[in-house]
């Protein structure tokens, strides 16, 4: 099969990234349409090509390698945000931030968290992304996920929620979500959202690169109800470096790109914090960015 339009070689991934490390995509494509994502979809998986999805670049980690594959952004028409009735169409690669904010205007409740959940609608599907109490699941009406066989239509239930995950495959990738929502007052709406907008800037750090938490809050008992941030602050790792890579002095969760930090930095900085809070705590944090491309975990990442 020949290669699609629009296709582009050794692609600098760490641009698209918020943390901004990492290295190339061997292929990089910005579909604008259903039909040229289905037609990008069925090149890579008839050439065994590995599919890398770059939604906000807020939650990824590139590979200093880069990636041997072809990764995809979402543009045109998949990243579009429109009212349906009492509810929002978004394109898989809108942002989830301006969903809620022209939700807001349009007098439509129910998405008010996305405005703190600094990604895409797909990104937030494939990752389950709550935030302060809202329930993505709760406001999802259905799902359009692309693969290199089609387009199927899924409803929440069919999409495998878990903590910080949901089902969808390698080769899957959410081309539209629909969201129901319901009426209210603008004004109300928009009171909410400034809110949670106040409670975001209190509590994490802005301005900065980094790719937001690093690690999931952990279920272990042996956690006491503390959170990933609040057990790596106990474990002493709130302003900790490795090379160019910090946990922030603001929220101990997050890791900042102080200039010309590489990934391998950062995954030397997550594996020390790891081994501390597991001395202290006997908890073992996962990780809750993504990593795209092949990547050498440091030894001390297997505890």
């Not at 495998?160 to 709406?189: H, K, T």
Request: charged share 25%; aromatic share 6%; hydrophobic share 40%.
């Amino acid at each position: 099969m020949s290669a699609p339009a629009g296709l582009e070689r050794d692609f600098p991934l760490a641009r698209l990234t918020t943390v901004r490390t990492g290295g190339p995509a061997d292929w990089f494509a910005r579909p604008g349409t259903e039909a040229e994502l289905l037609g990008l979809l069925a090149w890579a998986g008839g050439d065994g090509l590995a599919l890398g999805i770059v939604g906000s670049g807020s939650n990824l980690l590139v590979a200093d390698d880069g990636f041997r594959g072809l990764a995809l952004k979402l543009d045109g028409d998949l990243a579009t945000i429109e009212r349906r009735d009492a509810g929002l169409l978004c394109g898989g690669g809108a942002r989830l931030p301006s969903a809620s904010a022209k939700a807001a205007g349009w007098g439509l409740a129910g998405l008010e968290f996305g405005v703190n959940i600094p990604g895409t609608a797909g990104g937030a599907v494939r990752m389950n992304a709550n935030a302060y109490g809202g329930q993505l699941a709760e406001v999802l009406e259905w799902v359009d996920v692309a693969s290199a066989n089609g387009v199927e239509r899924r409803a929440p239930a069919q999409l495998g929620f878990v903590y910080r995950g949901s089902g969808l495959g390698a080769g899957e990738v959410v081309a539209r979500v629909a969201f129901a929502l319901q009426p209210d007052e603008p004004e109300a709406i928009k009171t909410r959202l400034e809110e949670m907008r106040g409670k975001r800037r209190e509590a994490q750090p802005s301005g900065i690169k980094t790719f937001g938490s690093t690690f999931k809050n952990p279920e272990d008992e042996r956690a006491g109800g503390r959170s990933a941030g609040q057990l790596l602050e106990a474990a002493g790792c709130r302003g900790l470096k490795q090379g160019g890579a910090r946990f922030s002095e603001k929220h101990a969760n997050f890791v900042e790109n102080l200039g010309e930090a590489t990934t391998a930095e950062v995954l030397e900085l997550m594996a020390e914090g790891r081994r501390r809070v597991h001395d202290r705590f006997g908890v073992v944090l996962e990780p809750e960015v993504q990593v795209l491309g092949e990547v050498e975990w440091p030894s001390g990442w297997h505890l």
